[in-house]
């Protein structure tokens, strides 16, 4: 109820009326004064009530009157007046009606009835009610006040003693709280603050308000109490206590902080009389060392005193947490001491409540934070928190060293608790943890045999003291064991738990702060700030700052905290402590990695990965990165604290057994359930912090790695790891625990990695990194060993690239180039899981839907597929059989959406080589045949060119002959499709032609491509050409043939195609180029012998050498180039330089002409023919057939020179009228527009006369090598003359004339190989000319008949043609030497035989035939031409008679008997017509030479020197004598009519020579054996009447024919008379002996002859006969006389006819003879 309302205030008046009343009544015997005053009081009081309006005011004011009684009262000092007094002042006083004065005169009466002892409680009571009630109490009588509850304070009585403390704080906070309360109504008031004066005087409190001083005079007496000194204004204190005295002071600082933060007189009095008071009071602590010998010190040392230690150590909490701002240097000794009181030389108990004030400190960590600034960034100050954390470190340290000085429990039952299983623990908690078989049941720590129990000390985040709280005590407490490394454990949990949460949150919201400004900026937001780099915005000033306070925290604290908090989890058997180590260990990290500084974050991180690991666990990384921590050791107070590595024997259940991943792993190492838990806590960490790790990912995959090794996951697909059992070496043991764990660890690893979607890019780059590296040391740990490579670091590649699809472009090209370096790794395993991941990716990435889709984003496709193009130069077989394999996937589900990724594609296709073996190579043509059969309109048209060169190089590559004849089909169909889709792919290249000359342009380049500039579509077309082309020169026969007729096919087909302008580069860059390469080729080509194709496969031996299979090629490429220049002349012959290009083919035609394979030369001859238009292609009648017999394929060339060698059928031959006929240009089909150009026939015509000269030319030098050209090489060389000299016969000049004989001479030299021979030659019997001969003599008269119809200046070539034949008529009797050749001539008219097998190499034809075929055409020309001027004086006729002349003379030594026969014919036939020209031309004297020649012939054929054959019949010798006679006839008829025309010597000649056969010229040798040889009788007979008939002809018109006749005569008569001697001499010889046949016919002939002479002379006129003549006659007649003794009677009947005639001599002599005339 309300005190001042009218019910309370006239209650008021009643109550005092009342008191006033039983106070008379009381003192109304003992105390009249009493009485009368309290009666007096009731009048007052009713008076104040009557008159005032405010009663309550006027009766304040009259207090002073109104209280009077009731002091009376107390005065007297009756207990019971005492106390009704004593309410009814309490009364007023709660009324709040005392003035001032009556305040202090109530507290002097208390006073004195304290003095006096008496009412003690009740007085306390008074004086809080007092105070309490209202404000009117100040300075001294409030002084007075509190003295007196002070005094109370120290009486004997308990109860008093305790209440009058109670007072006393009361009070002491009721002086506060009115000050606070007075400031609050003044704080409007703003006064300038009055610079305090100096401590020169303690009481100059002027400036302070009156609640204010009464308190900075109380809080000064404190302090002088606390310190022993005497109070300055509470007067009358008696005794203090210190313990009293601290808890007061610290009630005041702790209760009203802000009276010392807001006052300046406050705040000096803290710094100048507490602050000091503390450290004097602190000073036993500090100097006292437990154990330490006291006698040593001079001084015996104070003992520190736990009850103001403790209460000491509370002050500096408040002083610290209140006043740290105003008291920065003092609280730095303070926290000095603080740290010191942990030192383990210290008492137990005081480490104890050290470490529970520490703890106080550590829950707040904004101090903390405020220490840290203040300090440890100061630079020349005590690194206060530094040492704060280490001090912990090293105070945990101490406990596991030094055995508790405490209380030492019996460690027996827990050691034995600690052997013993206790197996209904293990269903406690499920999973690996639940099986604490065979750990403490206690929670504790065990270090080195150092057992301390964890104890519940505190809620987590709350400093709850135990022994700071210990007021009562006086005496030190035990402090249970483990009691003070529980507070220290939760001290360092807390200061983590708090500093973490405070910096994160301010980080956060600076990062928001941050976020919100760079989105206003409309910049970029950051996803992260991973490394704390804020925006550069408007960011609030203190963001610089208070990063450098987070960083300086965190540096200052870390390698404390890492220190201990090792210690600890390597000493924890407690599952719920580790727990909370390694999740304060996992926070640091993170706040580190969101702070960016790395090496507190890397050192927690390896804290945690080694206690994953295994004990002694060597892990490079780890280690590495700890040296570099451990080299640090932290000094503390003397002591280092060092990483203190694990060394506590295992009190962890066992869970697996696995094998260290080493390159050498020896034995085996164990996990313990708390290296799973680690290993979870690592998994948690890199899960929720994965954006901070940074770098340490590097460290953090590591140790997973390795866990996960030892535990024997392997990876499966997609990167997953499942369990699975090792390969190699004690398998894996594993517990049935963490047998169900692991498919959880597997997918906490595989979600590890699934989060990686969430990272930023950073920190995803950062992961990227840590696996490559991770990977490189699994692969450098494989190289050289073929054991199972660890895979993780693949495998989880793998995992992240499929996850990060979305954004895979920023990290594609650092996972790709790594999966490419494992993929070429010597390990296959290893290589094998990368080519596994990448092609995996690489399929994955292709089918992911990205957006944009991948057609509109040609660089994302191009970069997916760019590390499949790698993978060719990867040198393993296995990789690019995968490889392939991925190309054969996408093309089956991505072919159609290509696109632009096709060149990569097509180049992975197109990359092989020759040393990747068959299985590969067929799988890449797999990969193109797909292509080629589905995709080709897929594709864009600038791909096909790719197409092209791919099918190519399979066509090239030399290890599967099926694949490069199949991709050479494929070329085929490539081709076929452009011809199909010509109009599409021309205009879309055209298109994309434009855009590509615009960029060209645009940078000022050229484009350049091959063979620019023909349009686009050309040059597919030319690489199609050029890639054929290469194949025409493969190593290989059958790539070479099937090559060669798919180009020739390809441009026969399709060649339409293309723009007029390209045919000059298909010409020149791909046909003559082509040309070059198979002439290079086959010139150089290896002639030995090749044993076998392959295999078993046995080679024909027209191509069993390289040089024979090169000259297929050679001859495949020639005809196809001829007849491209022949279907397609009109055409070539409008480009520019045709006359060029066909010199350049004429060059090849001629070097394959002149090449050393009888079947390219051919092919070349046949070339030319096409060329020239003689020869259209070869119908199927026109195929030769083999002979019988004979298997041999004989190769089908074009047109109708067929075969070479022994392939070739003899077929009879047509006289060379018809064959003159078939080859007669007139009658081929000639277009009208032939060429006419003669420069180019006389090119031909050039090369045809240098192929001639070349293959005619004998050989230098003679060995089994020699080349000697065919004869159907030789055939068709000479058949094309006559349809080349259609061409140029208007220019035909007697020069080309000599060079054309020479050649027909040349090729009919040429001799034939022996192998050869019997297809070619003719049996002897068969009198027929080889298909050359005929071809020589048809071309000679092809020009025969030329000249004949040719005008004048051509008819001079006559002579030259008869000198051509006449040569080839002297081939009759001496066949032509070919150069030094030794050749055996073996078809030879004497012997019916062929000699297959001659022992020469080489074999002269029978030119038999040939020759007098040339004689029949002789005579003919000559029978036409005998008076041709030409003929006539070029000596013609001699030249015939000298040619004949040989056969005539050999006669019956000529190689055939028809030879001479037809030579005398002839000459008979030529004589008949040359004769009379000669006469006619007598006087010119041209035919002077003629004369003697002719004689001489005559003198040589009818007196030739051969023998008759002995078998010759006696039919044939007197057929041959009649040619003889006929001879002799020409002579009488066509000669000696006309001797007067007729050189005499010519004459002489002939009569000798008549005269010669008149007489048997037989030799004289009389032998048996010539009896039987039979005498030509009628032709002797014809001489002599012949000589006769010229002798005596009656018309001597001349002397000439005188001179004839004496001449025959006298040659006559001498030859009868030497006949007659020799016969009589050998008659006489021979006895009774008959001569022979012959000499009796001789010696009968001469008798007749000698009668008939006589006759003859007696017919004549005698003038005509001389003198002499008869005397010679005459002389005969004795001899005649001696032959009557001959025997034989027809030589008698003979000799009597000669006798006769002599009857007519018998006259007597003349008186007187002169010179004959009588």
């Not at 990290?589 to 960016?596: D, K, M, N, V």
Request: glycine share 4%.
């Amino acid at each position: 109820m309300c005190t001042s309302s009218p019910e309370a205030v006239k209650k008021l008046l009643e109550n005092m009326q009342s008191d006033l009343r039983a106070l008379s009544l009381e003192c109304r015997k003992k105390f009249p004064p009493v009485k009368e005053a309290a009666e007096s009081g009731i009048i007052k009081v009713k008076t104040i009530a009557a008159r005032s309006t405010d009663i309550l005011a006027a009766l304040k004011e009259n207090s002073s009157e109104v209280v009077q009684p009731f002091l009376m009262g107390c005065g007297t000092k009756e207990p019971k007046i005492t106390l009704l007094c004593l309410a009814a002042i309490q009364r007023l006083m709660s009324h709040e009606v005392v003035s001032e004065a009556a305040a202090g005169n109530i507290i002097n009466m208390l006073w004195q009835l304290m003095e006096n002892g008496l009412e003690e409680l009740k007085l306390l009571q008074t004086v809080l009610v007092l105070l309490t009630t209202n404000t009117v109490v100040h300075d001294e009588s409030l002084s007075k006040a509190i003295v007196l509850c002070f005094r109370l304070h120290f009486t004997k009585d308990n109860i008093t003693n305790n209440t009058a403390a109670a007072t006393v704080r009361q009070v002491v906070t009721v002086v506060f709280e009115r000050m606070v309360a007075e400031d609050e109504r003044h704080k409007d008031a703003v006064d300038q603050p009055v610079p305090v004066p100096g401590n020169s005087n303690r009481r100059s409190v002027s400036t302070l308000k009156p609640c204010a001083k009464d308190a900075y005079m109380l809080f000064q007496d404190l302090c002088q109490l606390v310190n022993a000194d005497a109070p300055y204004w509470l007067v009358g204190m008696t005794e203090m206590t210190r313990t009293f005295g601290l808890e007061l002071l610290e009630s005041v600082l702790n209760d009203f902080p802000q009276v010392f933060l807001e006052h300046q007189e406050f705040s000096f009095l803290l710094k100048e009389r507490v602050c000091p008071l503390v450290i004097k009071l602190f000073s036993p602590n500090i100097k006292f060392r437990q154990g330490s010998n006291s006698t040593s010190s001079p001084a015996p040392v104070e003992k520190p005193y736990f009850p103001i230690c403790m209460r000491l150590l509370r002050v500096v909490s408040v002083l610290i947490k209140q006043f740290y701002s105003l008291l920065v240097t003092e609280c730095e000794i303070f926290l000095s001491l603080l740290v010191k009181f942990l030192d383990a030389d210290k008492p137990q108990w005081l480490r104890a409540v050290a470490v529970e004030s520490i703890h106080r400190l550590c829950v707040q960590p904004q101090l903390l934070r405020s220490f840290c600034q203040s300090y440890d960034m100061k630079q020349h100050s005590t690194k206060v928190f530094r040492d704060i954390v280490n001090a912990l470190g090293s105070f945990i340290q101490s406990l596991f060293l030094v055995p508790c000085t405490g209380s030492t429990p019996t460690t027996t039952n827990q050691t034995g608790n600690n052997s013993s299983s206790t197996p209904t623990s293990a269903q406690t908690t499920p999973g690996v943890m639940g099986a604490i078989g065979g750990v403490t049941l206690l929670p504790a720590f065990e270090y080195r045999g150092t057992w301390i129990p964890i104890l519940t000390v505190t809620v987590q985040g709350s400093a709850k003291a135990t022994y700071l709280e210990m007021l009562d005590k006086v005496e030190p407490p035990t402090i249970p064991e483990g009691y003070a490394m529980s507070v220290a454990f939760h001290c360092l949990l807390d200061l983590v738990r708090g500093i973490t949460a405070m910096i994160e949150g301010e980080l956060g919201q600076s990062e928001t702060a941050s976020e919100l400004s760079t989105e206003e900026g409309a910049s970029q937001t950051q996803s992260s700030d991973q490394h704390g780099q804020l925006s550069e915005s408007d960011q609030t000033e203190k963001e610089p700052v208070n990063r450098a306070v987070w960083e300086e925290m965190v540096n200052a604290c870390w390698c404390g905290l890492l220190a201990a908090l090792s210690l600890l989890l390597d000493a924890s058997t407690d599952e719920a402590a580790t727990e909370n180590i390694l999740k304060a260990e996992m926070t640091v990290a993170s706040l580190c990695g969101r702070l960016g500084l790395v090496t507190p974050r890397d050192a927690f991180i390896t804290a945690i990965c080694k206690g994953s690991l295994p004990q002694h666990y060597t892990l490079t990384v780890l280690n590495s990165s700890s040296t570099t921590l451990s080299s640090k050791s932290y000094s503390i107070q003397g002591q280092n604290v060092q990483m203190i590595s694990p060394s506590s024997e295992s009190h962890q259940q066992v869970v697996a057994v696995g094998q260290p991943l080493a390159v050498q792993p020896q034995g085996t190492v164990v996990l313990t359930s708390k290296n799973i838990q680690c290993m979870r806590t690592l998994l948690n960490l890199a899960h929720c912090h994965g954006a901070f790790l940074g770098t340490s990912w590097q460290l953090v995959l590591a140790t997973l790695q390795h866990l996960v090794w030892i535990l024997g996951l392997k990876p499966s697909s997609g990167g997953a790891l499942k369990p699975g059992r090792a390969v190699e070496g004690p398998s894996t043991v594993l517990t049935t625990a963490v047998m169900t764990d692991l498919p959880v660890i597997s997918s906490i690893l595989s979600r590890l990695f699934e989060s990686s979607q969430y990272l930023d890019d950073v920190s995803l780059h950062h992961l990227i990194n840590a696996l490559c590296s991770l990977s490189l040391e699994a692969m450098d740990m494989a190289y050289g060993n073929n054991k199972e490579p660890s895979l993780f670091a693949v495998a989880k590649l793998l995992e992240t690239g499929l996850v990060n699809m979305h954004r895979i472009e920023i990290l594609w090209r650092p996972l790709t180039g790594h999966l490419l370096e494992v993929c070429q790794h010597p390990n296959s395993r290893m290589r094998e899981w990368g080519a596994e991941a990448l092609t995996s990716l690489i399929k994955a990435g292709l089918t992911f839907k990205h957006d944009p889709p991948l057609s509109q984003n040609q660089r994302l496709q191009l970069l997916l597929l760019n590390p499949l193009k790698e993978l060719s130069n990867v040198v393993h077989h296995d990789i690019r059989l995968k490889q392939l394999e991925c190309v054969l996937q996408i093309l089956q589900s991505q072919g159609d959406c290509l696109g632009p990724g096709w060149p990569l594609v097509l180049g992975v296709i197109g990359a092989i080589r020759n040393d990747q073996g068959e299985s590969l190579i067929r799988t890449a043509f797999q990969c193109l045949q797909l292509v080629v059969t589905d995709f080709l309109p897929a594709m864009p048209c600038t791909c096909l060119q790719i197409v092209v060169e791919v099918a190519g190089s399979f066509g090239l590559q030399n290890q599967e002959l099926n694949i490069s004849l199949t991709s050479i089909g494929l070329l085929w169909n490539i081709s076929d499709y452009f011809f199909q889709r010509s109009e599409t792919i021309e205009k879309e290249l055209n298109k994309e032609e434009a855009g590509l000359q615009r960029q060209a342009e645009e940078k000022g380049v050229t484009l350049n491509r091959p063979f620019h500039p023909a349009p686009p579509f050309d040059c597919l077309w030319l690489c199609l050409y050029a890639k054929l082309g290469e194949l025409c020169v493969d190593p290989r026969p059958a790539v070479r043939k099937s090559a060669g007729q798919t180009l020739f096919s390809t441009v026969g087909a399709h060649g339409t195609l293309l723009q007029h302008a390209t045919w000059h580069t298909v010409i020149w860059k791909v046909l003559f180029h082509l040309l070059d390469r198979v002439r290079e080729s086959s010139t150089t080509a290896d002639k030995e012998k090749i044993e076998s194709g392959g295999g078993n496969i046995l080679i024909h031996h027209s191509r069993d050498t390289a040089e024979k299979q090169w000259a297929e090629t050679w001859v495949l490429t020639l005809a196809g180039v001829a007849r491209i220049f022949n279907t397609r002349r009109y055409l070539l012959q409008s480009l520019g330089d045709f006359s060029k290009a066909w010199d350049v083919l004429l060059d090849h035609i001629q070097s394959a002409a002149l090449s050393k394979n009888n079947e390219v030369s051919l092919a070349a001859l046949k070339s030319f023919q096409e060329i020239l238009q003689i020869v259209s292609p070869i119908r199927d009648s026109d195929k030769p057939e083999s002979l019988p017999g004979i298997n041999v394929p004989v190769p089908v060339l074009l047109g109708p020179i067929t075969a070479s060698g022994p392939g070739r059928p003899l077929m009879r031959t047509e006289p060379a009228g018809d064959k003159l006929s078939r080859n007669n240009v007139s009658e081929l089909p000639i277009v009208v527009d032939e060429i006419e150009d003669s420069a180019l026939w006389w090119a031909a015509w050039n090369t045809w006369y240098r192929i001639g000269t070349e293959s005619t030319k004998p050989p230098a030098t003679c060995d089994k090598l020699t080349f000697i050209p065919s004869q159907p090489f030789l055939t068709a060389l000479v058949q094309i003359f006559p349809a080349l000299y259609q061409h140029i016969r208007t220019g035909f000049s007697m020069d080309d004339l000599q060079k054309l004989g020479i050649i027909l001479h040349g090729s009919v030299s040429v001799p034939i190989s022996s192998d050869a021979s019997p297809f070619i030659l003719p049996s002897f019997t068969e009198a027929v000319l080889t298909s050359l001969q005929e071809a020589v003599l048809t071309a000679l008269d092809v020009l025969q008949k030329a000249i004949c119809v040719g005008h004048e200046n051509m008819q001079i070539m006559y002579p030259a043609v008869f000198d051509q034949l006449l040569a080839f008529v002297a081939f009759s009797c001496k066949p032509p030497q070919y150069g030094n050749l030794e050749t055996k001539h073996i078809a030879n008219a004497k012997y019916n035989q062929i000699q297959l097998f001659a022992p020469a190499e080489w074999v002269a034809l029978n030119y038999v035939p040939f020759a007098e075929r040339s004689l029949e055409v002789v005579v003919d020309l000559y029978q036409k031409n005998a008076c041709h001027k030409a003929v006539v004086n070029e000596k013609v006729l001699q030249s015939i008679i000298k040619t004949l002349r040989l056969p005539l003379s050999l006669k019956y030594a000529c190689p055939s008997e028809s030879t001479w026969k037809l030579a005398v014919s002839s000459l008979l036939k030529v004589l008949s017509i040359g004769l009379p020209v000669a006469r006619q031309h007598a006087s010119s004297g041209k035919f002077d030479s003629m004369w003697p020649e002719l004689a001489n012939t005559f003198e040589d054929f009818l007196f030739t020197k051969s023998t008759p054959p002995d078998n010759l019949s006696i039919q044939e010798f007197q057929r041959n004598e009649n040619i003889d006679i006929e001879v002799v006839q020409l002579i009488s008829a066509e000669i000696l009519p006309y001797a007067n025309f007729i050189p005499k010597e010519f004459v002489g000649q002939i009569m000798a020579m008549l005269n010669k056969g008149s007489i048997h010229s037989q030799s004289s040798s009389f032998t048996e054996a010539e009896i039987d040889i039979r005498m030509r009788e009628e032709f002797s007979k014809m001489c002599f009447e012949t000589l006769l008939q010229f002798s005596f002809s009656n018309k001597v018109t001349t002397p000439q024919e005188g001179y004839i006749s004496r001449m025959a005569l006298s040659v006559l008569l001498k030859r009868a008379q030497d006949v007659l001697n020799r016969y009589i001499e050998d008659e006489r010889l021979s006895g009774k002996c008959p001569l022979p046949r012959q000499r009796v016919t001789e010696i009968i002939f001469v008798l007749k002859a000698v009668s008939t002479l006589i006759d003859s002379l007696k017919k004549t006129q005698p003038e005509n006969v001389d003198d002499n003549t008869w005397a010679q006659i005459i002389a005969l007649y004795p001899t005649l006389v001696e032959c009557i003794t001959c025997s034989s009677s027809e030589v008698c009947s003979a000799l009597k006819e000669a006798l006769v005639p002599f009857k007519d001599f018998m006259h007597p002599p003349l008186s007187k003879v002169q010179n004959g005339e009588s």
